[in-house]
């Protein structure tokens, strides 16, 4: 078995780096923006990183989305700007299920402008009553002669106010299905949702008897969960990486402050608690990556058969980023608490990877209940 990236991963973790390198001088204003960067989004279409977030046949770069290769951007991203790393993700969150029940000629509108980042779309899950509990949701869509009626409450919706269309995911009969609709259909409304800790492009969205053509419907109708398990299968694997990113900066933070910063006539990266807690936040991270970087190497072969994967590796990466960077913030003492300074801003930022894309105590739920089924 072999632990290094291939030659082709490790050209797409150096060009990530470098596109991070290069907006790194945009992250401080962007990542405190609840609304799009221009220069920021601009400069992400020209790297062309988007391309990896759909097929080839439709302007990717590989002939089909490759996890790994997803996780090692967002790992690159994440560190120097969330809002990078945000809009970066919800290419690919909100197309991959076009990618897979989209007709021929839904994939040819959307997806090129997905790889060229031309739109940004939005994936609308979430409801002001129903969260994790997805089945729970009353959005729906109602046969009317060649159309569907689309009503419902969407919240807390990345992208909502910058995109170009919803995936939406709707109540269809006594099934579930999602519907592409774009985003200037006429009784759609879109309002700011109220500041989280870590600023992030969101919205709530209202569909107010939205006409959508038959067509919008993406499969036969009632795949609608299945294309959810799928999307996580794929991009929750890749929360995963970011958080990786994340915690592996913070750590840099700390082992920089720590090696300048004398105290009782010494480093504190040479006192024995400090250096405790440095050892285990390396030990922790090299212990995320590995499961992170496998999940991702079984998504790319079956998403939903491996989604138990995606899920361990998102919940082990999420909390150990928030242990991490909490002994980092520690170790530096005062210095972590400077608001507006990176350390400062990676602990915010780390602490909603822990309740979005699969809250923590879910996760646990439903990786017991395959380890059940797997070993009861």
């Known amino acids: 078995m072999r632990f290094e990236l291939e030659e082709n991963h490790l050209a797409v973790q150096q060009h990530a780096r470098e596109f991070a390198e290069s907006i790194a001088h945009l992250a401080p204003e962007a990542d405190e923006m609840s609304d799009v960067h221009p220069e920021l989004l601009e400069k992400l279409r020209d790297s062309g990183l988007c391309r990896l977030m759909v097929a080839g046949a439709y302007g990717g770069i590989d002939e089909k989305l490759d996890p790994l290769s997803i996780c090692l951007v967002r790992e690159a991203l994440m560190p120097c700007s969330c809002q990078a790393d945000s809009l970066f993700a919800m290419q690919g969150i909100g197309s991959y299920a076009i990618g897979l029940g989209g007709s021929e000629e839904q994939r040819e509108f959307w997806l090129p402008k997905i790889a060229s980042a031309e739109c940004l779309p939005a994936f609308a899950l979430t409801e002001p009553d129903s969260g994790s509990d997805l089945k729970s949701i009353s959005s729906e869509i109602i046969p009317d002669g060649d159309n569907f009626i689309l009503s419902g409450e969407k919240s807390f919706i990345s992208n909502a106010g910058a995109a170009s269309y919803f ?87 700390a082992v920089r402050h720590t090696s300048t910063r004398i105290q009782f006539g010494k480093p504190l990266n040479r006192l024995g608690p400090v250096a405790e807690r440095l050892a285990d936040c390396w030990t922790e991270i090299e212990m995320a990556r590995l499961i992170t970087y496998r999940a991702a190497y079984l998504a790319s072969n079956d998403p939903i058969a491996s989604v138990h994967y995606s899920s361990m590796a998102k919940l082990g990466a999420s909390e150990m980023a928030g242990r991490v960077v909490d002994r980092c913030v520690q170790v530096m003492g005062r210095f972590g608490l400077v608001r507006g300074s990176k350390i400062e801003r990676l602990y915010r930022q780390a602490r909603p990877m822990r309740i979005y894309e699969g809250a923590s105590e879910v996760l646990r739920h439903s990786i017991a209940r395959k380890l059940s089924e797997e070993f009861g």
């Open 167 to 253: 995936i939406v995911f709707v109540r269809d009969g006594s099934g579930y299905s999602m519907v592409v609709v774009p985003a200037d259909a006429e009784g759609i409304r879109v309002t700011p949702t109220p500041e989280i800790i870590a600023p992030h492009i969101m919205g709530e969205v209202s569909f107010d008897g939205v006409r959508v053509a038959r067509e919008a419907r993406l499969g036969d109708g009632g795949d609608g969960l299945n294309f959810v398990l799928a999307t996580l299968g794929v991009f929750r694997v890749s929360v995963a990486g970011a958080a990786v990113g994340l915690a592996q900066a913070a750590l840099e933070e």
